[in-house]
């Protein structure tokens, strides 16, 4: 055993001299920051003020007789989530463990800071985010049902959070749900641009490129805050709420990289494939809907899913247009100068959920990369 | 493209002119839908505008600014020489976008060069052989490409720029650089006036020696050439150099002299650069990880040593394969500075934003930020083209 692990110290660590040297550096500055930070969390950092403060950061100014529409939400959230990996990952026994002892942290820590009864429906929630999972795996539904649910999901989210009015949306629900949404509505406009980048038709072809290059180099901030602006300016009697033309914006925007992301795909779908189809006398419009993006699509799915990422990290620029997103919503609790001390435990927290999130997206289309390119060859 | 002409053959002549028709009739409709949207996009915003009693024009451009900026420079003219100052509320709107544009610029040119050059870092970090800097590497990659710029940002300014010491407890590195919240400093260069034509000449030869050794190639051309460059810095500094070295010298409210980064830049420049190296740095892995096998194994078999290898036979190569993706990478950073404005950083973005609340010409600033932004990546793009054609032009398979 221990020659074993000095075996792997000397490849792995003390190699040659410069490895030495890089590790005899190293190895005493990492023990000091991990003391240090370890020493901080557990000793010296006042978690309290996440627990006073988490109902802002979830859900901002969201009326609190009104939370259940946002507990609702959260369940089906979770309940669409599971769906979603039933697609592709199989539930299996070490999966199962992790989401546990997940679930048990999460709602442990959500009972301790805010009540017992958040952390009962936090568990509630996970609980049928795990039985969606488990059921779309066994049950061989066919994708496009799955699909419809999910969708069906996203428009009751919506029916359900929308009464209280969209100005109070806020915190993480509105980072989450204005990702799912922004992500959802990118995916027809960005096919279409697709296809007209790669149409037959010169005019389209020009106008299609002509809008992806533009909107590829303006900042993504400058694009929301504008359609925010002109809208108003367009129809002066209809106010549209900041969300909605928040949304718009983010759209057309990512609209132009899902564009690009799928015309990769387009390319990726062989020749003959196509040839094939014409010499059958199948009119354009079939052999795109039917032969091309099917295809096409398959290709891209991990490429779009990496994408939700992007939008759920350049959701933080709502604040332009004075919607209150978590990141937001952490620094107005900074702003209450009562906790005005407390900068680093609301930026720990903040960016753990963030990495905890971004990390889940990050893994998911790795495993979708993995998982189609095994059902390809 | 071969099947459509093998149809155009099969079909009639009277049926393929109506279907060329029928081509053109679509081309036309799309080309007037579409002209007729942004049309009457225009159209519709100049007329709102208008019910507000503004009328399309860049004749703002030249009014009084009226306000001012944390920081910034302006051309501007003194006697005959055009000379850069400091941005004033007497200064005109266009200058303030000026201003605002060259504080974009000093951003993310500083940014390019740093996240390039940690990002090659960090890069060959990940492949290292030594368990811990591998995965420092990789620990550091994923967690910034997986939280997003603006909270790193934020973070940079609220928790770690804004928490440095005060003014007056400004610590102090090396004697030479000042640290504390109201900004970085560090040591700047001044001319001195006394200095003859001689020490000026002699400063020319070394720069020039310097930069032919990096340039060309060859072992003993270079050592010449790196003797030729050490003894013109010996002797401009012994008849006295023209250039002198400007150390700040920390004061009650701040430091004098030397180059002074304000706390907003200074945050903005860590978090992109910190950001930006993390996303070169998986360029500069994959595209290692792209050269063949056989390149490591063949440099092995010559006794070659690892960082011999990478230095000489694996980096220029990979200096070739992720120039275009550097070039995207560069466009987004440069979009990413518009950022600056959640923490107060006067780039362009922000300034546009306080000239249109001012003005109220909202439409015509977007215009010219849009143009600006697009020439910059299009500046961009084409110089790494250049570059590219270059390197990969002769020579190259």
């Known amino acids: ?377 | 493209m071969t099947t459509e002409i093998a149809e155009y053959h099969t079909i009639p002549p009277a049926r393929r002119r109506l279907l060329i028709a029928s081509r053109w009739l679509v081309q036309a409709a799309i080309v007037i839908v579409v002209a007729a949207l942004v049309i009457w996009l225009g159209l519709a915003v100049r007329e709102a505008l208008a019910r507000k009693g503004i009328h399309f024009s860049f004749g703002y451009l030249g009014n009084i600014a009226n306000f001012s900026l944390s920081e910034g420079l302006v051309p501007s003219r003194e006697g005959s020489w055009p000379v850069l100052e400091p941005f004033s509320p007497s200064h005109s709107n266009l200058q303030a976008l000026l201003a605002g544009l060259w504080n974009s610029l000093k951003v993310a040119l500083s940014a390019i060069v740093l996240c390039t050059i940690f990002g090659t870092l960090v890069g060959i970090g990940r492949l290292s052989t030594n368990w811990l800097v591998r995965n420092l590497c990789f620990g550091l990659v994923e967690a910034v490409r997986n939280t997003p710029l603006l909270i790193q940002i934020v973070f940079w300014y609220f928790a770690v720029v804004l928490r440095f010491p005060p003014a007056s407890a400004a610590s102090n590195w090396f004697g030479s650089l000042l640290v504390s919240r109201s900004g970085v400093y560090l040591p700047g260069l001044v001319i001195s006036e006394s200095a003859g034509f001689a020490s000026w000449a002699l400063l020319a030869i070394a720069v020039a020696s310097a930069v032919a050794c990096i340039v060309l190639r060859g072992p003993r051309r270079r050592l010449i050439l790196l003797a030729v460059t050490i003894s013109a810095l010996i002797a401009t500094a012994l008849i006295g150099s023209p250039l002198g070295l400007d150390l700040p010298v920390a004061t009650r409210f701040g430091a004098r002299g030397g180059f002074a980064l304000s706390p907003e830049m200074t945050a903005l420049l860590l978090a992109i650069v910190v950001n930006s190296s993390a996303y070169v740095a998986e360029i500069v892995r994959g595209a290692i990880e792209a050269l063949p096998k056989g390149q490591w194994e063949a440099s092995a078999s010559l006794g070659l040593s690892r960082s011999h290898t990478l230095r000489d036979i694996i980096l220029p190569q990979v200096f070739r394969i992720v120039l275009p993706s550097l070039a995207n990478r560069y466009i987004s950073l440069t979009k990413d500075t518009s950022l600056g404005i959640a923490i107060g950083f006067p780039d362009l973005f922000n300034v546009y934003g306080t000239v249109s609340n001012q003005t109220g010409r909202n439409l015509e600033g977007v215009v010219i930020v849009m143009l600006t932004y697009l020439a910059l990546s299009w500046i961009i793009s084409a110089c790494v083209n250049a570059v590219n054609a270059r390197v990969n032009g002769r020579g190259a398979r």
């Open chain 1, 1 to 377: 055993m221990t020659t074993v692990v000095l075996r792997w110290l000397h490849r792995n660590l003390f190699a040659k001299p410069f490895d030495t040297a890089l590790s005899l550096v190293v190895i005493p500055t990492l023990a000091w920051a991990g003391y240090a930070f370890a020493h901080w969390i557990l000793v010296e950092a006042h978690w309290e003020v996440i627990g006073g403060s988490l109902k802002v950061l979830m859900t901002g100014i969201y009326p609190a007789d009104q939370l259940w529409r946002a507990w609702f939400s959260v369940a089906t959230l979770c309940a669409m989530f599971g769906a979603g990996l039933g697609l592709s990952v199989r539930p299996g026994r070490a999966a199962m463990a992790v989401v546990a002892i997940v679930a048990a942290v999460i709602a442990g820590t959500i009972a301790a800071a805010v009540g017992v009864s958040a952390g009962l429906l936090t568990t509630v929630a996970i609980a049928l985010g795990v039985a969606a999972w488990i059921a779309v795996h066994h049950s061989y539904l066919d994708q496009r049902i799955v699909l419809s649910g999910l969708l069906a999901g996203v428009v009751a989210i919506f029916l359900v959070l929308s009464p209280p009015g969209f100005e109070v949306w806020g915190g993480l629900l509105l980072s989450v749900v204005l990702t799912i949404a922004v992500s959802i509505l990118t995916l027809p406009f960005g096919i279409l641009l697709a296809l007209g980048r790669q149409s037959r038709i010169a005019s389209l072809r020009v106008i299609s490129t002509a809008y992806i290059e533009t909107m590829r180099s303006v900042p993504l901030i400058l694009v929301v805050y504008w359609i925010w602006i002109i809208v108003p300016l367009l129809a002066p009697d209809s106010s549209v709420p900041s969300l909605l033309r928040g949304m718009a914006g983010y759209a057309l925007f990512f609209a132009a990289y899902v564009a690009e992301y799928v015309r990769s795909g387009l390319q990726a779908v062989p020749k003959g494939q196509i040839e094939a189809a014409r010499s059958l006398a199948m009119s354009s419009w079939t052999l795109n809907v039917d032969i091309v993006l099917p295809q096409a699509l398959r290709v891209v799915v991990p490429s779009l899913v990496g994408q939700i990422l992007d939008i759920f990290n350049g959701a933080t620029l709502v604040f332009i247009i004075g919607l209150t997103d978590f990141l937001r919503a952490g620094q107005m609790i900074l702003a209450d100068p009562q906790n005005s001390g407390r900068t680093y435990e609301i930026y720990v927290f903040l960016f753990a959920v963030y990495f905890a999130i971004g990390g889940a997206i990050t893994y998911a289309s790795r495993r979708l990369e993995a998982h189609l390119a095994r059902g390809s060859r």
